[in-house]
């Protein structure tokens, strides 16, 4: 199992960024997808979970009405699209699918919100 994150960058208080996750090496199709992010001296936290199909999806509290998961199974991909940026939204942005008991990650994408 293969996830590819891309889509981090700098942006200002405000701005928007989409976060993207390709996968590959498994039936993209069949699993929920997650997006964990994780901030220097911090623990890494859920962010956001899709199910297979997309029917159903969860936020952390904290970026409710702000980001938004999305998934294209037809193109093995995940979303994150983000508005209202914060300063405290800056992190390293990490895609997550666990299959059976054992957990996949990507390389991670950094976002920095910052004037």
């Known amino acids: 199992v293969q996830l590819v994150e891309s889509g981090g960058g700098l942006v200002q208080p405000g701005g928007s960024l989409r976060l993207s996750c390709v996968a590959s090496?498994?039936?993209?199709?069949?699993?929920?997808m997650s997006w964990y992010r994780q901030a220097p001296g911090n623990e890494r936290e859920l962010v956001a979970h899709?199910?297979?199909?997309?029917?159903?999806?969860n936020y952390v509290d904290s970026v409710k009405g702000r980001f938004t998961i999305s998934r294209d199974n037809a193109k093995n991909t995940v979303y994150l699209q983000m508005n209202s940026l914060k300063l405290e939204d800056t992190a390293v942005y990490y895609c997550?699918?666990?299959?059976?008991?054992?957990?996949?990650w990507g390389q991670g994408t950094q976002v920095t919100v910052s004037s």
């Open positions: 899709i199910s297979s199909t997309g029917s159903s999806r």
């Open positions: 997550n699918v666990k299959r059976g008991f054992l957990n996949y």
């Open positions: 090496g498994l039936t993209f199709s069949s699993y929920a």
